[in-house]
């Protein structure tokens, strides 16, 4: 997974998590009242770094905990998940509970194996690509037509449907919507500069250059929404430079153990190596 687009959509969901709040988690079907947005960068005791995609802090008191994953997660990263929730825990005092969401459909996504360090972190998972959007699009199209306000939920639509991997046409429909902010009467006015932000985002890094030169609708960002995209990607930069450092490490750790399951090639057997390497018995057959 390239780390760019991964980084992209996660600057765009936080922009919207952001902006919608409550009305965006009641939309993925959580219904949960946001009492603060915390922050979502850690530094532990032993100097680690953990980067939250997003925290906050629920009118119980109880924190809760997002993290976005394109196109889907995988089990490996339950791992890291784990980790989030106990330092957020450590560190606010209170109980966390976590979902994850990804951009696919649930019928094509993997199954996620428990992690082995607690029995009792099962995050709930979230799969974006179940929504009906060409449902939703029916409506947008009716109200866009008779010049009728959209819903919240619309809304969102309009910016989470070209984030789908299904969307197959992203510039016709980038065009599609672009022409549709236009009518500014359409989005609520509160909202309305970070719509158009996010969608120009989306059409600067989703679609070829060529394809953006004939999109002629250019949104130009007013000083509060410019603030906020910033904050979102300072966050995600940082993260994603601390997650290429581990993704290094752990490749040279890869390459060094591959390099001592060579050396013992002559001395043991590959049963006996692959324990002793960590390597799994088919990558010592092919040393």
């Known amino acids: 997974m390239d780390r ?6 996660d600057v765009i969901l936080k922009i ?11 939309f993925i079907g959580i219904n949960k009242n946001i009492k603060e947005v915390l922050k979502t960068e850690f530094v532990t005791l032993n100097g680690d770094k953990y980067y939250l995609d997003f925290l906050c802090l629920l009118d119980d008191d109880t924190l ?4 976005f994953q394109f196109p ?8 890291r998940f784990f ?3 106990i330092v957020a825990q450590v560190t606010y005092g209170s109980l966390t509970e976590t979902t994850v969401i990804n951009f696919t459909s ?9 992690i082995d360090r607690s029995k009792y972190f099962n995050p709930d ?7 009906d959007y060409t449902g939703y699009w029916r409506k947008i199209n009716i109200k866009d037509e008779s010049n009728l306000k959209l819903t919240v939920f619309e809304e969102i639509v309009v910016l989470l449907t070209c984030l789908m991997p299904e969307c197959k046409k992203k510039a016709h429909m980038l065009d599609k919507i672009s022409k549709l902010l236009k009518n500014k009467e359409l989005f609520d006015k509160t909202r309305f500069e970070y719509v158009q932000a996010i969608i120009q985002m989306e059409i600067e890094n989703l679609i070829s250059k060529e394809e953006q030169s004939k999109i002629t609708e250019v949104v130009d960002m007013t000083p509060q929404a410019e603030k906020i995209i910033s904050q979102a990607i300072s966050e995600v930069h940082r993260k994603s430079v601390h997650e290429a450092r581990i993704d290094g490490r752990n490749e040279g750790k890869k390459e060094g153990r591959e390099e001592v399951a060579k050396n013992l090639k002559d001395l043991m057997d590959d049963e006996e190596i692959s324990r002793i390497s960590g390597l799994s018995l088919e990558r010592v057959k092919q040393l």
Do not use: W
């Open 4 to 9: 760019n687009i991964q980084d992209i959509y």
């Open 125 to 131: 998972y979230i799969y974006l690509g179940d929504i």
């Open 106 to 114: 649930k019928k094509f996504s993997e199954k996620i194996r428990r």
């Open 83 to 85: 980790d989030y929730n």
């Open 64 to 67: 809760y905990h997002i993290e």
């Open 72 to 79: 889907k997660a995988r089990p490996h990263d339950l791992d």
């Open 16 to 26: 919207i998590l952001v902006v919608y709040r409550e009305d965006f988690l009641s």
